[in-house]
């Protein structure tokens, strides 16, 4: 899916609301790769002083394998640790296979859910997995 102008100015809206901190890697200038962090996660498990959730992620394709991503979680760990945080949450949809391999590498599982779209437009059943992990 394509962004747009629109879609990037949500998105400078809401890190200026402050409700979440925007970590990024850049290349030459250009950011490649971000990582907002917010203290709630997709659920209530999330709810602990002590821990902080990935709410945003993304990295250029042509920069993926590259380390660029590794690296830039690797920074927000340590910065989130001196600060006194134990655990870092991520959800994400088991649909993607390009953050299924990348998150399970770093997180173990904490929660499992799923959906099923029941709109009368919809005849098939459609199930999603969500997965919600923390970093260990």
């Known amino acids: 899916m394509q962004s747009d102008a629109e879609d990037y100015a949500r998105w400078i809206a809401r890190v200026d609301a402050g409700d979440r901190r925007t ?11 971000y990582i ?26 042509e920069y993926r394998g590259r380390k660029y991503y590794d690296d830039l979680l690797a920074f927000v760990v340590t910065v989130l640790r001196e600060e006194g945080f134990e655990y870092l949450g991520v959800d994400f949809e088991s649909y993607n296979p390009t953050a299924n391999r990348f998150w399970n590498k770093y997180f173990a599982e904490y929660t499992n859910s799923v959906t099923r779209r029941i709109t009368s437009e919809s005849r098939d059943l459609i199930c999603v997995q969500q997965r919600d992990s923390v970093y260990v």
């Open 23 to 33: 970590f990024v890697a850049e290349k030459d200038g250009e950011i490649v790769a």
């Open 36 to 61: 907002d962090v917010a203290e709630e996660g997709e659920n209530f498990v999330t709810a602990h002083s002590k821990m902080r959730n990935i709410q945003g992620a993304y990295c250029k394709p």
